[in-house]
């Protein structure tokens, strides 16, 4: 199929299904009316302790040095709002493998009831690496609810058939860590240090994002193709490489959709309860419907590769 069609693809499997939205949705539920978790503590204390040094450093005053020292308690005072601000608990939505989640970087409303804040870094540490690990896998339960409806169906009961998928999820959740872990401190480490590069970082990101292309349809490769690690990488790279266009075509499209219809739900919706459920449904709809078109892509196309190899085979 072309890339239009297996995009209506995608949203007509995800029409006749409705209950595939659950995940996502509830998901945005928790993090809108749920508890909040702050780090605002840590965060006062780090801005605390540099301007301790700051003000213990004996630097005689030069010219334009109250301008400097004014830009960087302006500074501070950003940061400070911006990072203290932050929802920690966004970190359960794996929306870079395919969950729609209305958080993006969630902030915490003035008015939040519920607040849990954390103050001490190892904390915050263990904070982060518990909720990202319970992300990814509600994200594999997500994505293992997605890839079912792509097989052929046994004629099982859908009970029988839930009970065989969570137990699934697991291995899902293991290979997924082992892919993800590594390559996501790598990207970080390369980003970082080609930050020190001045002009050049521009390259250094534009590879970061050609790498990302290829390991595309990680997810589908471990959830849909059931592959482990290693193949799941060589099945993702494969597809990417030989579908290179098309690829590029939908990825491009997948994100430009999801990215432009955010910024309506931010605009248009989320100034009421109403517009936010609303705007949370809609959302996890559409985003649905994309990470579907996905699978549907690399599933048709991981046939096509199977079907090639097989008459390299024969021949």
Request: one cysteine or more; proline letters at 4%.
């Amino acid at each position: 199929m072309s890339i239009i069609d297996t995009l209506s693809a995608g949203f007509r499997a995800v029409s006749r299904r409705l209950w595939l939205i659950a995940v996502p949705v509830l998901l945005d539920l928790y993090l809108w009316l749920g508890p909040k978790l702050s780090i605002r503590p840590m965060v006062e204390q780090m801005v605390a302790l540099f301007r301790n040094m700051m003000a213990t450093a004996s630097v005689p005053p030069v010219d334009g040095s109250a301008d400097a020292i004014a830009m960087v308690e302006l500074m501070l005072h950003t940061f400070e709002e911006t990072l203290g601000s932050i929802n920690l608990f966004a970190l359960l939505a794996w929306g870079r493998i395919g969950v729609p989640s209305m958080t993006g970087v969630a902030f915490i409303p003035e008015n939040a009831r519920w607040v849990i804040e954390i103050s001490g870094y190892g904390q915050v540490l263990a904070a982060q690496l518990l909720l990202l690990g319970i992300g990814l896998l509600v994200a594999c339960v997500y994505l293992t609810m997605l890839a079912d409806t792509l097989r052929v169906d046994s004629g099982d009961s859908v009970f029988t058939r839930f009970q065989v998928l969570m137990r699934r999820v697991p291995a899902y959740w293991l290979h997924l860590a082992i892919i993800f872990v590594p390559l996501s401190m790598l990207f970080i480490f390369t980003l970082s240090v080609g930050m020190l590069l001045g002009p050049l970082s521009v390259f250094v990101a534009v590879g970061v994002l050609w790498a990302m292309l290829f390991l595309a349809f990680v997810p589908q490769a471990v959830v849909l193709a059931e592959h482990r690690p290693l193949m799941a990488l060589w099945s993702s790279v494969a597809i990417v490489r030989i579908n290179f266009w098309s690829t590029l075509g939908i990825v491009l499209l997948v994100n430009v959709i999801a990215a432009g219809l955010g910024l309506i739900w931010n605009q248009l919706l989320l100034g009421s309860a109403a517009g936010t459920l609303l705007a949370i449904l809609a959302n996890a709809y559409v985003g649905t419907g994309l990470t579907m078109a996905l699978f549907i892509f690399y599933r048709d196309r991981i046939v096509m590769l199977r079907q090639r190899l097989e008459e390299q085979r024969s021949i």
